[in-house]
């Protein structure tokens, strides 16, 4: 019985976990594009049902604990572009469009080749920019609303230092209480409790396609679909990557005309169901996903009352629990935009237009940073690439070197280091496209 009830049990923490630890960033980003409440509960019901149906068909076919998730960074992308052109309809046009692009990068490799080819200093700058936003609210709200603010933040430090995993659920748990107990009673007489489906009508328009649906496509690989698959082989499966990626496609396009904005593999807490912790047996773990993923679509069941509840809140009260969530993905982030020092210019600009939130032309920061950081990247590695210094005919006697050790291989210089693999020294290209540990460290979100 213990073996049996051990992965439902992970499965339901893992559900848990990651729907208190983020939907509050769903929520923010689909008001942020123009959403009404009503439609943001829809898309968060939406993303729960698609996650869940997602990883209930993988799971059941390739036996394989593939959790899924909604797309923690897009969401972010959606709060930080703000409102599109065109309002709603447009930005679930996007919606529909990246879910497409999902899609096909899982029936045509070489468009998954095309994401992997961004260089991973460009993608993580990209990502933190895109983040940074959301993770300044704790601090405005410790200045704005200190009253509810305090408490938050001290229980997300405290829980943080001695059961991280429950730190941001933690926090959100402070949050409401501190919203009940500063809201008269009568708050949410007229609110919709339960959610209902509200399906728009997709429109589209360029800008939306370059600013929001190329961005939150790019985002949602780079930061939550590749890394996902890499906690995956780390803990020692060979997932089926086309068939994850058309699932969780095809399921974002149902999804997108009533609110939801992506469905992906989770990255963080694909580890509370591919780990040793769900069952000691790794063919048993995929039980774990699918309660999981059960779990996460009768969660999407709540997502009225827990729109009802954000509304009441000061909306820098619900960015700052959603801050505290994307930390750590901020974190990650950084570290992997700083890492190489050749393209350390080209992501501190990639980072700056993208977190500045300008637009142009209707399109988004995420896009322009994304732009401005490759062309910099391109300026260093042609002016790295000039013409080499002459050498002299001959050179003077010099102190004989010592023989290369046998190990070596022809030609190699024990005695200073060699060149390297091809592309090392300038900005690599790496398929997650941000850092990704099987520990869920990566830099995405749930």
């Known amino acids: 019985m213990a073996g049996r009830s051990q992965p439902v049990l992970a499965g339901v923490v893992t559900a848990l976990v990651g729907f208190a630890s983020s939907f509050t960033v769903v929520l923010a980003g689909l008001r942020a594009v123009g959403a009404s409440d009503a439609q943001a509960a829809s898309g968060l019901l939406a993303v729960c049902v698609a996650s869940g149906a997602s990883a209930v068909w993988l799971g059941l076919r390739h036996r394989i604990p593939m959790s899924i998730a909604w797309s923690t960074p897009g969401a972010a992308l959606l709060v930080a572009t703000g409102a599109v052109p065109g309002g709603w309809p447009v930005a679930v046009g996007a919606f529909l469009v990246s879910g497409v692009l999902i899609v096909a990068a899982g029936l045509f490799p070489a468009l998954g080749r095309a994401v992997a080819a961004i260089p991973r200093p460009i993608a993580g700058a990209m990502l933190a920019g895109v983040l940074l936003p959301l ?29 991280r995993r429950w730190a941001v659920p933690g926090a959100l748990v402070v949050a409401v209480a501190a919203i ?81 904005h992506a469905v992906n593999l989770a990255a963080i807490t694909a580890a509370l169901a591919a780990g040793p912790d769900a069952h000691p047996d790794p063919d048993r773990r995929w039980i774990a996903s699918v309660t999981a993923g059960i779990g996460l679509a009768l969660l999407g069941l709540g997502a009225g009352a827990a729109t009802a509840l954000v509304a009441l809140a000061p909306p820098v009260l619900i960015e700052a629990v959603a801050g505290l969530a994307l930390l750590g993905a901020l974190a990650t982030a950084l570290t992997s935009a700083l890492a190489e020092p050749a393209a350390r210019e080209a992501a501190v600009v990639t980072f700056v237009v993208t977190a500045s939130g300008v637009t ?83 830099a995405g979100g749930h």
């Open 135 to 163: 993770c300044t609210a704790p601090v405005r709200a410790l200045v704005e609303v200190p009253r509810l603010a305090v408490p938050v933040v001290l229980a997300w430090l405290l829980l943080h230092r001695f059961a």
């Open 180 to 260: 009940a107990l500063t809201t008269p009673v009568t708050g949410l007489g007229g609110a919709r409790l339960l959610p209902a489906v509200e399906l728009t009508a997709p429109a589209w328009s360029v800008s939306a396609l370059i600013g929001l649906a190329l961005p939150l496509f790019l985002v949602t690989m780079a930061a939550q679909n590749v890394p996902g698959m890499a906690v995956l082989v780390g803990y020692g499966y060979r997932p089926p990557f086309g068939a994850a990626l058309r699932a969780t496609g095809l399921t974002t396009v149902v999804a997108a005309p009533a609110g939801g």
């Open 360 to 442: 142009l032309v209707g399109v988004g920061g995420a896009f322009w940073g994304l732009v401005a950081g490759g062309v910099m990247l391109l300026l260093f590695r042609t002016r790295s690439a000039g013409p080499a210094a002459p050498q002299p005919a001959s050179e003077p006697p010099t102190e004989p070197r010592p023989a290369p050790a046998a190990s070596d291989p022809p030609g190699s210089d024990s005695g200073s280091p060699g060149p390297g693999p091809a592309g090392s020294g300038s900005p690599g290209v790496d398929p997650v496209g941000v850092a990704s540990s099987p520990s869920g460290g990566q």
